[in-house]
């Protein structure tokens, strides 16, 4: 019983489950406000609590998904690298790739 379905934000959460749900055989379309994916790893226009230089207090080993290693061996990544790797989960359907691809070159 597959359809149509949006995801609300395209932080690290909405794309994994735009991801999963396109696995299931759904159409996900993801609504983000901001002009790129990443959510607060973005880090844009004032509304992240991240900055590019900032480093998390949880470790790769707990922030990574499943079936995607990190790119970094930092056991800290820093804001640049999560959001790469957040960004790096867009194995979405050829529609969502267009979309996130609109949003990054948005604004």
């Known amino acids: 019983m597959a359809g149509n379905v949006a995801v609300i934000g395209a932080g690290p959460g909405?794309?994994?489950?735009?991801?999963?749900?396109a696995s299931q055989g759904f159409e996900p379309t993801i609504f983000?406000?901001?002009?790129?994916?990443?959510?607060q790893w973005a880090g844009l226009d004032g509304r992240s609590g991240v900055w590019p230089s900032?480093?998390?207090?949880?470790?790769?080993?707990?922030?990574?998904?499943?079936?995607?290693e990190h790119e970094?061996?930092?056991?800290?990544?820093?804001?640049?690298?999560?959001f790469h790797?957040?960004?790096?989960?867009?194995?979405?359907?050829e529609r969502e790739r267009k979309h996130l691809s609109l949003l990054q070159t948005a604004g």
């Open 14 to 21: 909405g794309l994994v489950a735009a991801r999963w749900l």
């Open 32 to 39: 983000e406000r901001s002009s790129m994916p990443g959510g």
């Open 54 to 68: 900032m480093r998390t207090n949880s470790s790769r080993v707990l922030t990574a998904f499943s079936d995607l």
């Open 72 to 82: 970094t061996d930092l056991v800290y990544p820093s804001n640049r690298d999560n």
């Open 85 to 93: 790797y957040c960004v790096a989960t867009r194995s979405l359907t």
